[in-house]
T-cell receptor, first 111, second 115 residues
Framework: DAKTTQPTSMDCAEGRAANLPCNHS???????VYWYRQIHSQGPQYIIH???NNETNEMASLIITEDRKSSTLILPHATLRDTAVYYC????????????FGKGTLLTVNP | NAGVTQTPKFQVLKTGQSMTLQCAQD?????MSWYRQDPGMGLRLIHY???????DQGEVPNGYNVSRSTTEDFPLRLLSAAPSQTSVYFC??????????????FGEGSWLTVV
């Protein structure tokens, strides 16, 4: 699976959009971009994933650049409960059981 | 639908003791796996299973055993606990097949301390 690079930490004001970047310059054509988050002391929670096109669900939007070498997770109206570590992961959509977690980005939403 | 359920949530063991962390899922998922997470680090894969009767090693399998006698259950056994196994353990499952929507679901974690 391709390696990802994320900032160590970010801050966001409550009610504002949180934009979390991820670089995955070695991504291959059959690899999806997945985002998970982990709120303190809880199991990782799936947020969203995509291959080429931008995706949106009830939690977030995922913007993938045309060359697929980077992506941005957008939480449109961040709340205090969105404070968590956010992991960007790329992997073959069908191949396997395994997610390779890096250290992720600690997003702190401030009142 | 309870998702992925892990027990116990907290456990303290003495060095050399053995124990089993239980994991069950009610989503009829073929794939199940165990991860451990140490402070300030990402998750590391211990063992995984692609179906009943089939298991294999992940990145850090030493000191752990698994079995998969049913689709629903995937217990993790610590054979002789060591302080280095103090960690948070997460069980995960995903449905079979390929492509879009193949999401992995995690349990809430089991906190293990070995003294």
């Amino acid at each position: 699976d391709a390696k990802t690079t994320q900032p160590t930490s970010m801050d966001c004001a409550e009610g504002r959009a949180a934009n979390l970047p991820c670089n995955h310059s070695t991504i291959s054509g059959n690899e999806y971009v997945y985002w998970y988050r982990q709120i303190h002391s809880q199991g990782p929670q799936y947020i969203i994933h995509g291959l080429k096109n931008n995706e949106t669900n009830e939690m977030a939007s995922l913007i993938i650049t045309e060359d697929r070498k980077s992506s941005t997770l957008i939480l449109p109206h961040a709340t205090l409960r969105d404070t968590a570590v956010y992991y960007c992961i790329v992997r073959d959509g069908g191949s396997n059981y395994k997610l390779t977690f890096g250290k992720g980005t600690l997003l702190t939403v401030n009142p | 639908n309870a998702g992925v359920t892990q027990t116990p949530k907290f456990q303290v063991l003495k060095t050399g003791q053995s124990m089993t962390l239980q994991c069950a899922q009610d989503m009829n998922h073929e794939y199940m796996s165990w991860y451990r997470q140490d402070p300030g680090m990402g998750l590391r894969l211990i063992h995984y299973s692609v179906g009943a009767g089939i298991t294999d090693q992940g990145e850090v399998p030493n000191g752990y055993n698994v079995s998969r006698s049913t689709t629903e259950d995937f217990p993790l056994r610590l054979l002789s606990a060591a302080p280095s196994q103090t960690s948070v353990y997460f069980c995960a499952s995903r449905p079979p097949g390929t492509g879009f929507g193949n999401t992995i679901y995690f349990g809430e974690g089991s906190w293990l301390t070995v003294v």
